[in-house]
């Protein structure tokens, strides 16, 4: 199963979760040091997992989840698209990556490159949006790498490390990043992609 693949980059690929990820899903939504980025803020515990792995099944049509890999099969972090919404072609989208050591590689980039690619180019998605917390730079700067602007923020949203942050609201637009697509093509693709 290490070379599963749904999408492959030069240096990552996303594939289908497997049930034998979720030990590492667990260990990384069980860590502070991860989850003060998200949502999460009480224990994970091995039936959660398991009740999300089985529940993909069942959203298939407007959540798609991918395990994110290096080329040597490696799980690095988790995306997706969710919420997406056929009649409007937007979805929201969303990633982490578990091993602080992957961090800051240009995994997430060519990860989200490739997602986007897919969304925009096989789904005929218009708009995919995301958000994140103001304190969480890394995330801001590789959406606005994969051409994602902020469209707004929500004030004081969200409470991490003892205090209040804005959520910073970006989307980025297909036409949009076509253009940015145009120069990364070849980086991210292994034999020149599209």
Known sequence: MNTLAFLKGKRVALRPVLKADLPHFMRWLNDPAMTQYLAVYLPVMEGDEEEWLEGLR??????????????????????????IDWKDRTALTGAFFGEARHWGKGYG???????????????NLRKIYASYI?????????????????????????????????????????????????????????????
């Open 134 to 194: 103001a304190f969480n730079v890394r995330s801001g700067a590789y959406q606005k790498k994969c051409g994602y602007r902020e469209e707004g923020r929500r004030k004081l949203q969200h409470f991490r490390n003892g205090r209040y942050w804005d959520e910073i609201l970006t989307a980025v637009f297909k036409e949009d990043w076509l253009q940015l697509w145009g120069k990364y093509r070849r980086k991210y693709f292994r034999r020149g992609g599209r």
């Open 109 to 123: 980039t060519e990860a989200k490159m490739l997602l986007l690619d897919y969304a925009f180019n096989t789904l």
């Open 58 to 83: 069942k959203k298939k049509q407007t959540d798609l989840v991918f395990a994110i890999t290096l080329a040597n099969g490696t799980l690095i972090g988790v995306m997706g698209l969710h919420r």
